[in-house]
């Protein structure tokens, strides 16, 4: 079974040690009425090198469980905050 990939916001970091909270919005039309609506989910993220800064827009991937929350992993920074 092929692993998730989410591609989302960096919400905080620097609070955790080797953590971050990674959040995705996501948008969906009604299937009757078609009108588009908005939800937002965060994720806990492993992050070993402490890389990840507030605003980043990073790729993840799913792993095993790394503690309660952590059950996704960083593989790489698609934009840092500096480049918005």
């Not at 969906?28 to 806990?44: L, V």
Request: proline share 5%; net charge positive.
């Amino acid at each position: 079974m092929p692993r998730k990939e989410i591609v989302g916001t960096v919400k905080s970091a620097g609070k955790m040690d080797k953590t971050v909270v990674l959040e995705v919005q996501t948008k969906e039309p009604h299937g009757k009425y078609g009108k588009y609506t908005q939800w937002t989910k965060s994720f806990k993220v492993h992050d070993p090198e402490n890389v990840c800064r507030t605003g980043d827009v990073i790729r993840v991937v799913e792993c095993r469980p790394l503690s309660k929350d952590k059950k996704f992993q960083l593989v790489s920074v698609v934009k840092t905050a500096a480049d918005t």
